[in-house]
């Protein structure tokens, strides 16, 4: 009987036990996912292995530090500096980060692109910058404050500030800001935001439970639009074949894990 968790604060709302208990129960696998709310990052670790977890996924605001508390980490995510799943291989905690190759499995069907634009600058930003790097596509970070660039510019990013944007053409728009979250905010003042998606063919929001003002805009302006929940849908089915070292079929997980998203 395997033992596996979401680890964040909050994780009330999250929606990773649902997907990964209807996986467990349609491919018969003996185990149960749960919900592990942790205020203090560093006890991640110390939780994980007093519980005798086999596996756990990790959300805001504690990525960075599951990443250190890790053995090993494999894959995009010694680059990106963040996890969001652990598994447990001998003993060890093996961090990896699916968020990344969910995102660009997410974007495939928009097709060819060779540029694109990041709205923000988080951890959500860097991973997806990486990814996008990682396939030769070439991103420029825009973030509304210097603060956060800093690390974008050090690995080799073109990035700009609100200030000292000028609108150019881009493939895709990406949103990997919080606004819009709570709130019917754009990412980017009006102004710069309509003429940047005038030149644009497609637009994708990390955002996933609700329409934002940045993708009704981008619908208004003709762009072919995506949001977040394929991006989680993939993150999700990466994660859980790790857990059973991937093992498994990916069409059977995906099919199982769809349902979460319409019970
Ligand atoms: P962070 O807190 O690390 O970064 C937030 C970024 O958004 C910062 O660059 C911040 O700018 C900017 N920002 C916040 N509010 C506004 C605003 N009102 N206007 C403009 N910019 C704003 O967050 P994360 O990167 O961890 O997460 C971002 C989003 O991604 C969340 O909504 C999260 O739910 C979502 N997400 C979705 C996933 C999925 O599977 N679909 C997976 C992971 C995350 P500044 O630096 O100036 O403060």
């Given at each position: 009987m395997k033992l596996f968790s979401i680890f964040g604060n909050p994780v009330s709302h999250s929606i990773s036990p649902k997907m990964h208990n209807l996986a467990l129960h349609a491919l018969h696998l003996e185990g149960g996912y749960v919900r592990t709310p942790l205020e203090d990052g560093s006890t991640l670790r110390q939780t994980f292995e007093a519980w005798k977890m086999d596996g756990a996924n990790v959300t805001v605001p504690h990525k960075e530090e599951a990443f250190k508390q890790c053995d090993e980490i494999r894959g995009l995510a010694t680059k990106i500096g963040a996890i969001n799943t652990i598994v447990k291989e001998k003993g060890k905690l093996i961090g990896y980060n699916t968020d990344a190759p969910g995102f660009m499995r997410s974007i495939a069907?928009?097709?060819?692109?060779n540029t694109a634009l990041i709205l923000g600058a988080g951890g959500t930003a860097k991973a997806l910058a990486l990814a996008l790097k990682e396939s030769d596509i070439e991103v420029h970070v825009l973030n509304r404050s210097d603060g956060r660039l800093g690390d974008f510019k050090a690995k080799g990013f073109t990035t700009s500030n609100w200030e000292n944007f000028t609108p150019k053409e881009y493939d895709l728009i990406v949103n990997t800001t919080s606004a819009g979250l709570s709130d019917e905010a754009l990412p980017l003042p009006k102004e710069l935001l309509e003429p940047t998606l005038e030149k644009a063919s497609f637009a994708f929001d990390v955002i996933y439970n609700k329409p934002t003002a940045f993708l009704s805009l981008a619908r208004e302006k003709g762009l072919t639009c995506k949001d977040g929940a394929d991006m989680l849908l993939y993150q999700g089915v990466l994660a859980f074949n790790l857990f059973f070292g991937n093992s498994l079929s990916e069409a059977k997980i995906t099919k199982a894990m769809k349902e979460a998203f319409t019970l």
């Open positions: 069907p928009f097709g060819v692109i």
